[in-house]
């Protein structure tokens, strides 16, 4: 067995994932990307690995090293469609809604007419979001109509080209917090309640996290929501609705758990390597199979 | 892969030892305990750090 876990930020993540494979006793081998050259024809040295887990903080490197690799039939966690879908929150929505999964109203718009008419459907207050980003980056509340087309002419004269796609979103009234459930192969392993004064509840933006037991309702939502995705390991942001109950807002395809392996009392990296170990051993079989 | 071996190297912006206390791997994240910089492990061998680069758009979960 021989996993290769790729990165272009070598963080606290991927030292615990490099520990707990070499503790599984699974050879691994760390391959910064920055230094790859790819032949999407050929195989060559990624013949050796039965599976690839990446770990680039880069959405470009992830979803560049995932198409080529599994182009090339290797097996990577998570898969790139996964990691495309997780990664915009349009196509996020859109899995969700299908899947019939609860999650905040949306409208969408091209625009900077269509966007105003969607923030005013949505009603005030409405989040703004970039489709595609992490950490609370450029995430807007906006608490009326002259704020809405203060943001919305903002994005559209200095935004990049994705900016022009306005993803408007129903504003929870959370109590001060959301969850965090952590799902391998299938499984809600491990959750995390966020806590924060902002109403961004990102620990990327300052909030407290601390551990939560997993109720059913935790499991089946988050359970169902990273299997609309298709990821094989995922961390789902969950809100609490007062009307409606919890909504699932975002998937996270390269979770960070550092902060919440003493926080939940679980092993995260050991659980997360030995699903991609699962993962391996069922492409060494099939490939058995077929030689 | 790694090693008991404390490796010692110094931050690029205000010259404070920086030590691991196992062989850091290429592109490993440090944060200097004098000045708080974010520092990317550029060379193994010698160690060599750089000031890391600063978040950009694409990077996140």
């Known amino acids: 067995m021989h996993i290769a876990m790729t990165y272009t930020r070598l963080r606290a993540e991927e ?37 690839v887990v990446d770990r680039s903080v880069s959405l470009t490197a992830s979803l560049t090293v995932t198409r080529i690799l599994e182009g090339l039939g290797v097996r990577c966690i998570n898969r790139p469609e996964a990691i495309r879908v997780c990664s915009d929150k349009l196509d996020t929505t859109i899995a969700l809604i299908r899947a019939g999964v609860p999650t905040p109203g949306v409208r969408v718009g091209i625009s900077a007419e269509s966007a105003i008419e969607s923030v005013e459907q949505i009603g005030y207050p409405a989040v703004l979001k970039p489709t595609v980003g992490s950490w609370g980056r450029l995430v807007a509340r906006v608490n009326d109509r002259d704020a809405a087309e203060a943001i919305i002419e903002h994005r559209e004269t200095l935004g990049s ?3 022009g796609v306005f993803y408007v979103q129903e504003h929870i009234d959370k109590p001060g917090r959301d969850i965090r459930v952590f799902v391998v192969g299938g499984e809600a392993i491990a959750a995390i309640v966020r806590t924060s004064g902002h109403w961004v ?38 809100l609490e609705c007062p009307n409606r109950g919890l909504l699932v807002n975002e998937i996270n395809h390269s979770m960070e758990f550092r902060n919440s392996i003493s926080t939940t009392g679980v092993d995260i990296p050991g659980l997360v390597a030995a699903h991609v170990v699962r993962i391996a051993e069922g492409v060494r079989t099939s490939q058995g199979a077929l030689a | ?11 690029p912006e205000c010259d404070a030892p920086i030590s691991f206390d196992r062989s850091p791997l290429n592109g490993q994240v440090a944060r200097c305990p004098d000045c ?11 160690v060599r750090l750089e000031l890391a680069p600063e978040v950009e758009e694409d990077w996140g979960e």
């Open chain 1, 15 to 51: 030292r615990l994932l490099l520990d707990a494979f070499e503790s599984a006793g699974v050879r691994v081998t760390p391959i910064d990307l920055r230094q790859v050259v790819f032949d999407p024809a050929s195989l060559g040295e990624w013949a050796q690995y039965d599976a």
């Open chain 1, 161 to 163: 080209v994705q900016q």
């Open chain 1, 201 to 238: 509840t990102n620990t990327a933006r300052g909030a407290t996290a601390a551990g939560l037991e997993i109720t059913p309702a935790l499991h089946d939502l988050s359970e169902r929501a990273v299997a609309s995705v298709g990821a094989d390991v995922a961390a789902v942001d969950l």
């Open chain 2, 1 to 11: 892969m790694s090693t008991t071996e404390t490796i010692q190297s110094a931050c």
């Open chain 2, 36 to 46: 708080g910089s974010e520092l990317e492990v550029t060379c193994t061998n010698p």
